[in-house]
């Protein structure tokens, strides 16, 4: 079964997420932010990380940067419903800082199990 962590700061956001991998037959985990989620990965490694970028204590950039040298073989989803700038900005960053695929926040569920399955089969 394929593992999947979701780093994101929004409590309901997340509990959502897991639910719906779950349904889709995913082993899910959790975290609140890059600091708790870069420690889950290294006690046991996922398949694939989707991390939120605009966080408190480790945000998502620095998050994506850690997990890439650390761990250059994960997948990485990065999702943004943008904060001070739009979304698209920070998502280009997370792109071309390793991220493997981008979503801004909303995004369709379609969207996410296609991208998803995409990567990790």
């Known amino acids: 079964m394929k593992r ?10 997340r509990e959502m997420l897991c639910a719906m991998l779950e349904k889709e037959g995913f082993q899910v985990e959790e975290a609140a932010d890059g600091d708790i989620g870069i420690e889950l990965q290294r006690k046991r490694p996922f398949d694939l990380i989707l991390t939120d970028i605009i ?12 997990l890439r040298h650390d761990f250059p073989d994960v997948k990485i989803i990065a999702i943004s ?3 001070r700038i739009v979304p698209n900005n920070y998502l280009d960053v997370a792109e071309k800082l390793g991220a493997h695929r981008t979503l801004s926040k909303p995004f369709e569920r379609k969207e996410l199990i296609s991208v998803i399955r995409e990567l990790i089969g």
């Open 4 to 13: 999947i962590l979701i780093i994101d700061d929004d409590d309901q956001f």
């Open 55 to 66: 966080m408190p204590n480790k945000e998502g950039i620095g998050t994506i940067i850690d």
């Open 81 to 83: 419903g943008g904060g």
